[in-house]
C-alpha cells in the first residue's frame, strides 16, 4: 500500500491519471480545458472522457463568467447537486445550486402537463429565474443547467429556445436512448456547452466539470 | 429522435446495452447478478463493467438478506446516499441509509485521531450500531458498508476486521492511488462483497448497485 498523506492523494492521483493519457490529447486542449477532462477520468477511471469532452464557444470562460454573475445554477438529478463543490459555488460566490426534480410544483407540473419530471424541472426553472429577474428590477440573471441524467431536459432546453436562450449547458446525459440525438442538438444550438459526447457521462461527471472549474475559480 | 413513452426508455435502454454485451460476458453471470452488471453499465454506459464486477461469497443473497434484516446501510459519500432508491429501501423495508462523512461528529473524531473523515465514519458506523444492537436488547443489527469513494474507507474496515466484521460490503472506490490494494484486502477477507475490480467504480456505480439489487426485491 502507498503510504500518502491525505492531502497528496488527489495530486498523486492526476499525476498518474496524467502518465497514462494519450499525449496528442494532452496537447489537444487548453490548460484549463485539460483540467476538466482531468476530473472527469479522476471521477470515473475511464479515459474516454479525453477524447469525448467538446468545449463550445469559449466554455471555462462562459462557465465562470455565469458564476461570478450569480447564476443560477440547476442540476436534474440530486445526486449532480450533492457532488457539486459548495464550499466553493455557496461559500465563495453565494450560488445554491438547485434540483427540482423531486420537488412536489414539479411533480404537479409534470402531471398538469402530461410531461415527465425533467421537462417540468425545465420550464419551473426558467420560471423561478424570471421571478429573480424580475424582483431584481429586471438585472439579468444568467442561468445554467447541468444536466447528466435526462436527455429529455436537452430537448425540452431546445425546444424553448425560440423564447429562451440559456446561458450555459452541461450536456452530459448518460445512456443509449435519445443521449446522442440530444447532445446533437446542443452542439447545433451554440450555446456555450460543456458537452460529453456520445453515450457517456452521468451526474457524477457533471458535478466534476462543475467542481473542476470551480477549483479554478477558489 | 426516438419516439418512446418515459416509462419504457429504461427497458429500451436495458436491451439496447444488452444487445452490445460480450456474449462470453451474458453466460458468465448469474441472473441476478447480471442486472447488477447491467445496471452499471446503464449507469456509466462502460462496458468494461463487464468484465470488473465481482460477486463474493454468494453476494446477491447476502445483500437481500441484510436488507430484509433491518440492517444499517452506510455509504461514504453523500452522492451515492442520494444516488439510492428509498421509495424501496426506506419505503419497503424502513432502512434509512447513512453518509456519515460531513457529520460534525465526524469531523471532530478524525481531528481528535488524527486520521480521516472516511476512517472516522467507519469507526462511529460500527459505534452507532454497537449502540442501537445494546438497546435492541443485543439482538444482531447487520452492518453494511457501500464505499464509492475513498480507499481508506475499505482499509479501515479491514484493519478492523479483529473485532468488527461487516456482514456485506460494496467495494467500488474509484481512483489511481491505493484504490486496487484496498479492493485486494477487500477479496482477501472473504466477507460477502460485490467489488468493481481495479481503478474503476464511483458513487454512481455504488448507488447502482445497490439499486439493482433492491429492485429485484420490490
Keep these: 500500500m502507498l503510504q500518502i498523506r491525505p492531502e497528496d ?3 498523486k492521483s492526476f499525476e498518474i491519471l496524467t502518465s497514462k493519457m494519450d499525449e496528442e490529447r494532452l496537447k489537444f486542449y487548453s490548460a484549463d480545458e485539460l483540467l476538466v477532462v482531468k476530473r472527469a477520468i479522476h471521477t470515473t477511471a475511464d479515459f474516454d472522457y479525453q477524447y469525448n469532452v467538446i ?7 462562459s462557465l465562470k463568467h455565469c458564476i461570478q454573475s450569480d447564476s443560477m445554477i440547476f442540476t436534474d438529478t440530486n445526486m449532480a447537486l450533492s457532488g457539486i463543490n459548495k464550499r466553493i459555488l455557496t461559500g465563495k460566490f453565494c450560488i445554491t445550486p438547485h434540483c427540482l426534480i423531486s420537488e412536489t410544483d414539479t411533480i404537479e407540473y409534470a402531471k398538469k402537463n402530461n410531461t415527465t419530471r425533467a421537462v417540468a424541472s425545465i420550464d419551473l426553472a426558467y420560471q423561478m429565474r424570471d421571478k429573480k429577474q424580475s424582483s431584481n428590477n ?4 444568467p442561468i445554467v443547467f447541468a444536466v447528466g441524467n435526462a436527455p429529455t431536459a436537452l430537448i425540452r432546453i431546445n425546444e ?7 446561458d450555459f449547458i452541461i450536456a452530459a446525459p448518460v445512456g443509449f436512448v435519445n443521449v446522442i440525438e440530444a447532445k446533437e442538438l446542443i452542439k447545433q444550438s451554440n450555446i456555450p456547452a460543456i458537452i460529453c459526447d456520445g ?3 452521468g451526474s457524477n461527471v457533471c458535478a466534476a466539470i462543475i467542481n473542476a472549474v470551480l477549483l479554478q475559480m477558489a
Aim: charged fraction near 40%; charge should be positive; avoid cysteine.
Design 199 to 201: 453515450n457517456k457521462g
Design 55 to 61: 468545449f463550445q464557444n469559449n466554455a471555462i470562460e
Design 9 to 11: 492523494i488527489e495530486k
Design 138 to 141: 429586471e438585472k439579468k440573471v
Design 160 to 166: 424553448l429556445l425560440y423564447k429562451y436562450k440559456p
